[in-house]
């Protein structure tokens, strides 16, 4: 089933006088959060007055939060993204989707699920588990297709992926 709200990032600090809050996104550009009228904190939804990218952060004014302590009381909180009317580029997914999919290999073997997406520097890395464990790049050398819908992926697996092995 698809979740509606998504984690989207982590508040860090403060940020001026004036109540704005520093978000870490979990997205893959901080741009992505800059389409958001509103987020979630708590459970709570707080409109967004104004956002803008500060190096590999968001800067965000969320209304109701007009100090520096108001903002700081807000820190390491999970900010929350409602996905409705979002829409994503071409091949792109929400990790959220990934997470729980049946994993097949060329033959049609499935060999467990993502359990985890890891964001590294060349590319994300899929941890997928089942019988063995296995991290496996996001690129398309070995992701063959992604199916959300059936929420299934196929892999083309080479030697070495097992982290399990000897």
């Known amino acids: 089933m698809e979740r509606k709200i998504l984690d989207a990032g982590q508040i860090v600090s ?13 997205a893959d ?65 929400f990790i959220a989707d990934l997470l729980g999919c049946r994993c097949v290999d060329e033959d049609g073997t499935e060999f467990g699920k993502i359990k985890d997406v890891l964001n590294m520097p060349s590319s994300d890395v899929y941890v997928i588990s089942g019988e063995h464990e296995y991290m496996i790049p996001a690129v398309k050398e070995f992701v063959k297709e992604i199916n959300i819908a059936e929420k299934c992926v196929n892999f083309h697996l080479i030697e070495g992926f097992r982290t399990d092995e000897n």
């Open 14 to 26: 403060s940020h001026g006088i004036q109540g704005e809050v520093k978000l870490l996104p979990w």
């Open 29 to 93: 550009s901080p741009d992505f959060l800059l389409k958001f009228d509103t987020v979630y904190i708590g459970g709570q939804p707080y409109p967004v007055e104004r956002s803008r990218v500060q190096g590999n952060c968001v800067l965000m004014k969320l209304k109701g939060v007009d100090s520096m302590e108001a903002a700081t009381a807000l820190r390491n909180q999970v900010v929350r993204i409602d996905r409705t009317g979002v829409q994503l580029p071409d091949g792109a997914v």
